[in-house]
């Protein structure tokens, strides 16, 4: 929509929508927050064109057909000087997207990444319009990581936009896969961490909240759809009824045809009208899986956590060793205790050699407690100017999507009171 509702409620007057006017109401529909500052934006046009669908043969030799999505990008400074030039162009599958965001994933933990659209319908994936829902889908996620303060400068995102060939063996030389943490891992930090920070805590219990209401919500504007599309169908009846009607009588005849006219009309924009719906349905799950990121971070952080205390703790008890070899006496039971006690103690040179050991773990493990803590510190710094962002973007993006969803059932409702109110004159002047 329009950023003012002036221009939705100005055509109620006209209630027979052509493909034009629903294509360019499609076109006004309130676009993302993109913030082109300094990201690779300002340096470079970038959308994802047109769909295209192919058949082949997959990694175990069968046939398949799928699609793959046109890339183009231009230099902003060719379009400012008012030349044209040819984009540059590649296609990508959509596994190809997903590789990319997963290399995101694990190189910058602290980032809240841009999430895909969703890969799976119950419904045919070839579909022309989800198909091409996805491919809007695709665009969005390209521009929010070419806006990205962080994300826009990483030479392998550059590499995905410009170069068709030799992209993923890029990729996988990073050994991005090696450092992906396991499930498992973060799960055993999630329950064993002993200081987690409140702010990520509650960061990680909005995510799920969020999640939770976008649901709920994407589920109630879907009974809502199916209601309007009722709605919109006894309206056809009605222009069936009349028209049929108005085959019967001589007087009322003209006055009942362009009433049922009027109907059909009505009627027949549904499918643009729910076809917007649609987008805007795609805005709220872009969110939906934007939790799954935020709640990503908050694993991450709690992971890193957990190694600082884990780090911490062997520290510890290696310091306490130390003393025990020192003084001679042993704090806590142990096996090496008893092992004393039955064996006899350990001659000077043995335990002179441990303490030398011993020291030189000790100072490996400060520098280790060190290092983790300066990650530990850095990454809070990050993640959270990259929160930060998020929730400012959300706010923005969120906003304006349910004014706009807002200003389009005004408009629709009015336009089908206009429909009765031109009914009215066609039943007064018979």
Known sequence: MADSGSEDIAVIGNTDLTPSESENNIKNVRKPMIEKGTSLLKRMEISVAEAEKRTGKNAV?????????????RPVDAALEGTNPVPDCLWRRYSEFELLRNYLLVTYPFVVVPP????????????????????????????????????????????????ENGWKETV??????????????ALNATFRVKNPDKRFAEMKHYGDGLQSVISQLLRVRARAADRLYGVYKVHGNYGRVFSEWSAIEK??????????????????????????????????????????????????HELTQYELEMTAQDLTSKKQHREELATGTVRTFSLKGMTSKLFGQETPEQREAKMKMLETQIKEGEELVKERNAECEEFVKSAWVDIERFKEQKDHDLREAVISYAIMQISMCKKGIQVWNNAKECFGKM
């Open 172 to 185: 996988f030389e990073t050994g991005f896969q090696a450092k992906a943490d396991s499930r498992l891992k």
């Open 61 to 73: 030799n069968m046939q398949e057909t799928y699609t793959v999505y046109l890339i183009e990008t």
């Open 251 to 300: 007087e009322m005849g003209d006055g009942l045809q362009s009433a049922g006219h009027h109907m059909d009309a009505y009627a027949a924009s549904v499918d643009d009208i729910l076809e917007e719906e649609e987008h805007y349905a795609d805005q709220l799950k872009e969110y939906l899986f934007y939790a799954d990121a935020l709640r990503a971070v908050c694993r991450k």
């Open 116 to 163: 895909l659209p969703e890969k799976w319908l119950s419904t045919d994936n070839m579909d022309p319009d989800f198909v091409e829902r996805r491919r809007v889908g695709l665009e969005n996620f390209l521009l929010r990581v070419a806006s990205h303060p962080v994300l826009a400068s990483d030479k392998i995102f550059y590499s995905f936009l410009t170069e």
